[in-house]
């Protein structure tokens, strides 16, 4: 084991730029020499649509017309995000739809990049003992951490997917980030921070278990808030598009598609009894497959909740919730596995300090795991064998990882004793 703090970082780091490489080479490089007789092959990563940017258009820029025209958005299109979404697409109704899409993708890189960095960010300013010096982001650590998980994200898959549809599930990150933020830097800033949250839950309507931070935090007086935004948000173009979204939504819950590149526990449920059927054994029940996630996550807020409001452990809480968000929804296609940018980039800079700091081999260990992870999770599932393919097993993993580092890390002011790195 390497006996200086700075030692330690460049091993810790060099885990994480290693597992960028990997990511990149799996899909960037190795699909097109995968089959040295048929010479250069096209990358298959996912199955493409004509023309690019099919979430968009029917999801995001027809809606918007429907709505410059003075028409209700949810009839004859493809909507299916909350009302507000609407209102706040409208602005590319200024472009056509090409060039519309083009402006939807560099804002998708953006929100990428600056989710990352925002991720990094507040970790950091959680730290146990934050306001003196630590061990890692006194080291510079942030910039190669940074750059290696950017370089890592938008080399992903899933990422390569999100852009290829035009999806937006980006932007309710951004939005989530953007509350946690203020909910640590800004914290009698309720409102905001209700707004900020609010935001991300009627573009897509998972972040809505982040509410959950607003009540840790600020308790009933955040009822007021959260029940007075939202039902402005959802009744922002009036009643009958709300009523609408609520009955398309129904809808998409009761029929996901089910296919190795939606990782929802309910296509995964599906996806495993047929695997079992055909070889004769026993059906597994959906709600097993709905139950773990839950139960891990619960797990963890019962630890977060014992332990009592701080800002590490409304960090750890908003991380712990993420994967919650990919596995409970009915329909969670691999693009929305650029959420996990989110936590992966928190849980990184805890262990990172952790270990700097104390040296030991278990937060090396949780780090190992964590890059391992993000190799699977990052890489298409025609990289892998079939029954690799899908991704639940591996957010699954995310979840535990995230728990079992939980329950080792320091979350008090021992966790701020801080080496000398210049050795």
Known sequence: MPASARQRLVLALAFVAASALVVWYANQVF????????????????PMMSPVGADFRPGVYFPG???????????GSGLWYPPFSALLFLPYQILDADPAYSAHVLLLVLLTIASVGCSIRIAESALPNSES??????????????????FLTISSYG???????????????????????ILIRKPRGLWLQVLCFSAAAHLKVYPAVLFLLLLWRHGRKSLVPIVVINAAFLLCLGPGPAQHFIETLSGVAASPGVWVGNHSAASFAQMLNGFIGERGGPAIPSVILYGLPLMIWLATVWVLLRRK??????????????????????TSHDYKLVLLSAPFAMLLVF????????????????????????????VSYVMLPSVLGNKYPFIIGTQALLLWSLLTVPSGTEAGLVPDLGG
Not at 133 to 150: A, C, K, N, Q, Y
Not at 159 to 181: C, K, M, T
Request: hydrophobic content about 50%; charged content about 10%.
């Open 133 to 150: 010096s630590r061990g890692t982001t006194d080291s510079g650590v942030s910039i190669p951490l940074f750059l290696s998980l950017t």
């Open 309 to 330: 409001y701080s800002e590490f452990g409304a960090v750890w809480l908003f991380a712990s919730s993420v994967p919650l968000m990919n596995l409970i929804p009915s």
């Open 351 to 378: 262990l990172l300090e952790h270990y700097v700091v104390s040296g030991q081999r278990l937060p090396l260990a949780q780090i190992a795991v964590a890059c391992v992870l993000l190799v699977f999770l990052s």
């Open 65 to 75: 017309s429907l709505l410059a025209m003075g028409k209700d958005p949810y009839v």
């Open 159 to 181: 990422f390569l997917f999100n852009v290829e549809r035009g999806n937006i599930d980006i932007y309710p990150l951004a939005f989530s980030l953007a509350g946690l933020w």
């Open 31 to 46: 699909p097109h020499v995968r089959d040295l007789t048929q010479g250069w092959n096209q990358v298959y990563l996912f």
